[in-house]
Nanobody
Framework: QVQLVESGGGSVQAGGSLRLSCAAS????????MGWFRQAPGKEREGVAT????????DYADSVKGRFTISQDNAKNTAYLQMNSLKPEDTAMYYC???????????????????WGQGTQVTVSS
């Protein structure tokens, strides 16, 4: 019912910046929780940032607070992840996700989002 397409990944040196985009299409009404997740080789998938598009409230993993910013453009049905001051430990496959859960459940600690994109690779060299 919802399709998500990520873009903007690539390779960057430590200290650099990237902006990831997640374009949503299909039946997006009611799917107000958008999130970014990442998974590095040999690591569990972790929540990076979420935004509840109903009111713009956000949640971030401690490891990215102050460096990453999640935002939305409702007119374009697109969510963004601005990534600044990148570190080698940020290297991972990044996935966009969407879900119809409530604002209070729209956090990086909540699993089982309903819809997922294909992922985009981010590589940060030291």
């Amino acid at each position: 019912q919802v399709q998500l397409v990520e873009s903007g990944g690539g390779s960057v040196q430590a200290g650099g910046s990237l902006r990831l985009s997640c374009a949503a299409s299909g039946y997006t009404d009611g799917y107000k929780c958008m999130g970014w997740f990442r998974q590095a080789p040999g690591k569990e998938r972790e929540g990076v940032a979420t935004i509840y598009t109903g009111d713009g409230s956000t949640d971030y993993a401690d490891s990215v607070k102050g460096r990453f910013t999640i935002s939305q453009d409702n007119a374009k049905n697109t969510a963004y992840l601005q990534m600044n001051s990148l570190k080698p430990e940020d290297t991972a496959m990044y996935y966009c996700a969407a879900d119809g859960r409530s604002r209070w459940a729209c956090t990086t600690g909540e699993a089982n989002f309903g819809y997922w994109g294909q992922g985009t690779q981010v590589t940060v060299s030291s």
